[in-house]
């Protein structure tokens, strides 16, 4: 799967940008400062589930989860400061832990944490979608098509993991009037 989307980035990748640049947009600025902020308050909860979780699986992608936030937040936060956009306010980074200083009834579940990020990445993922299509900047799209491809990678990752460990919410199955009521 993650052959396919670098495969798909590195194609769009190698159209050349070359109009100039106009100034942004509202709905440019907007998305960019959004995803900023939802990104840094995003990292605050990875942080958050590293410090808490002793899965294996659990800890590793949500650590490469955390890495590719950070790396797209720095992207994001060099990207508004060069157009001149002013930084929205963000929390502050939490410290390392050890999953045994917290305390049992404050402490998130394995499936909490997990549902938790796959929440966030959906979140992103929706917020990059409407800002691909709201841009009229190639380079501001490709910017959030850069990190909706991340954000798919990481997501489809997870999802195995959370069915591996049945930790992922399904809703109910839709069973229409006269229907078998056996589920697939």
Not at 54 to 74: A, H, M, R, V, Y
Not at 100 to 123: C, F, R, Y
Not at 145 to 154: A, E, G, S
Not at 172 to 182: F, I, N, R, V
Request: charged share 20%; net charge positive; glycine share 4%.
């Amino acid at each position: 799967m993650k052959k396919i989307y670098s495969s798909m980035l590195g194609i769009l990748q190698s159209y050349k940008d070359d109009t100039p640049k106009p100034p942004l947009h509202v709905g440019e600025v907007m998305s960019c400062w959004t995803a900023y902020a939802i990104f840094r308050e995003a990292q605050i909860f990875y942080k958050m589930a590293l410090n808490t979780t002793e899965d294996k699986p659990l800890k590793n992608i949500t650590q490469e989860i955390f890495d590719g936030s950070i790396t797209d937040w720095n992207k994001l936060r060099d990207f508004l400061i060069k157009e001149g956009v002013q930084l929205p306010p963000t929390s502050q980074a939490k410290p390392d832990s050890k999953p045994s200083d917290i305390p049992l009834g404050v402490k998130l579940t394995d499936d909490e944490i997990a549902n938790g990020i796959a929440l966030k990445l959906a979140a992103v993922n929706m917020l990059c979608a409407s800002s691909i299509s709201q841009s009229t900047r190639t380079d501001v799209a490709l910017m959030f098509l850069k990190v909706q491809t991340n954000i798919l990678m990481f997501s489809a990752e997870l999802k195995t993991l959370m069915e591996k460990k049945s930790w992922l919410k399904t809703p109910p199955y839709y069973l229409p009037p006269g229907a078998p009521t056996q589920k697939p």
